[in-house]
């Protein structure tokens, strides 16, 4: 089992920035690939951001390119989505999600899910 515990969610205006921080528990955080997702109000969960066991491989949805950064130090078993440049479109509840093997964009490839985090971003 693993545990994945979101932080770092809140309210921003419109172009400023928050990092969100997943931290996991249970088995060895560098076996997993970790992922990010998020679900806005009314809509379907919806991958945004992939990272390798390592860190040496990353993919994002295009609407995020640019503005976020995934990247995670397995030393401290934690993942980080650095988001900038927000837009009232980015509100969601985000989540962090694990699996064994490479990294996926595919919500049903994740085996283990962390609660969210609230990212709420006015105009």
């Known amino acids: 089992q693993v545990q994945l515990v979101e932080s770092g969610g809140g309210l921003m205006q419109a172009g400023g920035s928050l990092r969100l921080s997943c931290a996991a528990s249970?088995?060895?955080?560098?076996?997993?690939?970790m992922g990010w997702f998020r679900q806005a109000p009314g809509k379907e969960r919806e991958f945004v951001a992939a990272?390798?066991?390592?860190?040496?491989?990353?993919t994002y949805v295009d609407s995020v390119k640019g503005r976020f950064t995934i990247f995670r130090d397995n030393a401290k078993n934690t993942v980080y989505l650095q988001m900038n440049s927000l837009k009232p479109e980015d509100t969601a509840v985000y989540y962090c999600?694990?699996?064994?093997?490479?990294?996926?964009?595919?919500?049903?490839?994740?085996?283990?899910w962390g609660q969210g985090t609230q990212v709420t971003v006015s105009s």
């Open positions: 999600a694990a699996r064994r093997g490479l990294r996926s964009e595919y919500e049903a490839e994740y085996d283990y």
């Open positions: 249970g088995r060895t955080f560098s076996n997993y690939a």
């Open positions: 990272i390798s066991w390592s860190g040496g491989s990353t």
